[in-house]
């Protein structure tokens, strides 16, 4: 059997959200959870083990020119890939992390927080309003 070319396929990386439909679902479907300076717009894909986390920044100029906003956008993808290695991971979905300006001044430890607390909110609220349960 003749064997593939090119490097084996890479296995628990972070995807990038790019097409517009992506986005038009995220914000028609996604929930919004918000801790300080950032908002985190969360929209599940899967529950299989399989299904990919895609994340996309929107990190305005009002945070600071474009060195500044490079160096938030390289820690919180370094923030993203730490919490899905830990137990539990990343929820599967598509993410869309938005800072506003606060957020030029925070430390790594700062945002690990802000996107860990955020991350856990989203987890902990339910989908969908849970059925009313009938006294008997």
Sequence with gaps: RPTAEGPDPTVGLIGRLRLRDDFRRLRREGRTVRRGPLRLVHRPTGSAPESPVRVAYAIPRTVGPAVVRNRIRRRLRAILVDLD??????????????????????SYAELERLVAEAIGALA????????????T
């Design 85 to 106: 290695r830990r137990p539990g991971g990343v929820p599967s979905g598509d993410y869309l992390v938005r800072l506003s300006p606060g957020v030029a001044n925070s």
């Design 124 to 135: 902990d609220r339910p989908s969908s309003p849970p059925p009313d349960d009938v006294a």
